[in-house]
């Protein structure tokens, strides 16, 4: 049982360099989450999707975008990657459906350093 | 928006004791869910405890339990015989309905040998 798989765990990328940090979970969850993670800090929602097709701007989304073309994957890319993003990004879903538990699951987080 | 305060920034305590993390939060809205995260070094991200805010009685989960005061909208978090892999840091985390989950900046807590 996977649950929600992050890649890569570390990247070092050069300013102005993109990227994306690919996210799938195996669970059947309609909502999945993007959130970063700044040094001693709580977790900053990016975006976040309520299914395949849908997509929307969580706190902080400039600089980033996502698509969510199948249920399982929802990828967030980095454009012309700065300083500022460097962070510990987590992906997370949830399902909410008749019965929903409300929480979270989450991926191990992906530690991205821009240089 | 809603808002969640850990005013805890950091806590230490022996091994074996009883120790409480405070949070609070913001919100009109009278169904919802509490959630307490804890995030060890290896920064993987593990639910602790969850409370739905229309059961009175306060969860619990072996040595975690949780003392939720809807009307002054407080959510602590209790360990009892605190154990050294209990060293995390511990997020407060408020959702309600469908809506995003939003995190409190988190108490670092140590327990000591």
């Known amino acids: 049982n996977a649950g929600v798989t992050q890649t890569p765990k570390f990247r070092i990328l050069k300013i102005g360099q993109s990227m994306t940090l690919q996210c799938t979970q195996d669970m059947n969850h309609n909502y999945m989450y993007w959130y970063r993670q700044d040094p001693g800090m709580g977790l900053k929602l990016i975006y976040y999707?309520?299914?395949?097709?849908?997509?929307d701007k969580g706190e902080v989304p400039n600089g980033y975008n996502v698509s969510r073309s199948t249920t399982e994957d929802f990828p967030l890319r980095l454009e012309l990657a700065a300083p500022s993003q460097t962070s510990v990004y987590f992906c997370?879903?949830?399902?909410?459906?008749?019965?929903?538990?409300?929480?979270?699951?989450f991926g191990e987080g992906s530690r991205l350093t821009v240089l | 928006a809603q808002t969640v305060t850990q005013s805890q920034p950091e806590m230490s305590v022996q091994e074996a004791e009883t120790v409480t993390l405070s949070c609070t939060y913001d919100?009109?809205?009278?169904?919802?869910?509490l959630f307490w995260y804890k995030q060890p070094p290896s920064r993987q991200m593990i639910l602790v405890i969850r409370?739905?805010?229309?059961?009175?009685q306060n969860a619990t989960e072996n040595r975690f339990s949780v003392n939720f005061q809807k009307a002054a909208k407080s959510f602590s978090l209790k360990i009892s015989d605190s154990q050294l892999g209990d060293t995390a840091m511990y997020f407060c985390?408020?959702?309600?309905?469908?809506?995003?989950?939003?995190f409190g900046q988190g108490t670092r807590l140590t327990i000591n040998p």
């Open positions: 997370a879903s949830s399902y909410l459906g008749q019965v929903p538990t409300g929480e979270l699951f």
């Open positions: 409370q739905e805010a229309y059961k009175q």
């Open positions: 919100t009109s809205e009278s169904n919802y869910y």
């Open positions: 999707s309520v299914g395949a097709g849908i997509t």
């Open positions: 985390a408020f959702r309600q309905g469908a809506q995003k989950l939003v």
